[in-house]
Nanobody, 128 residues
Framework: QVQLIESGGGLVQAGGSLRLSCAAS????????MGWFRQAPGKEREFVAR????????YVADSVKGRFTISRDSAENTVYLQMNSLKPEDTAVYYC?????????????????????WGQGTQVTVSS
């Protein structure tokens, strides 16, 4: 079945950069939107960015706008999250997600419940 495998997390100093990757395998041809979420200790999982697979249209959260960029490589079934100018408050476990569902408004896809498939997460730690 579908699997999402994240990689690229690690420890970085404030102001530095990381690029996260999410490789999808299995039956991925019907993916509609893929996204990135993050969860810091003691906090709920929050939306970071999403990309519409067919068109490449992107949307990012206000908290990371101008610093993070989401992109995809369709041939490799891989989505990326380029993170620049990292801040300590970006420290979290980052999760890749994907959905085939097309039954809501675009804004609905900032909700975790819209995504059918999830990766296991990759830790990003930003030191001050």
């Amino acid at each position: 079945q579908v699997q999402l495998i994240e990689s690229g997390g690690g420890l970085v100093q404030a102001g530095g950069s990381l690029r996260l990757s999410c490789a999808a395998s299995g039956r991925t041809s019907s993916f509609y939107i893929m996204g990135w979420f993050r969860q810091a200790p003691g906090k709920e999982r929050e939306f970071v960015a999403r990309i519409t697979w067919s068109s490449g249209y992107t949307y990012v959260a206000d908290s990371v706008k101008g610093r993070f960029t989401i992109s995809r490589d369709s041939a490799e079934n891989t989505v990326y999250l380029q993170m620049n100018s990292l801040k300590p408050e970006d420290t979290a476990v980052y999760y890749c997600a994907a959905t085939t569902l097309r039954n809501g408004y675009y804004s609905d896809y900032q909700r975790t419940g819209k995504y059918e498939y999830w990766g296991q997460g990759t830790q990003v730690t930003v030191s001050s």
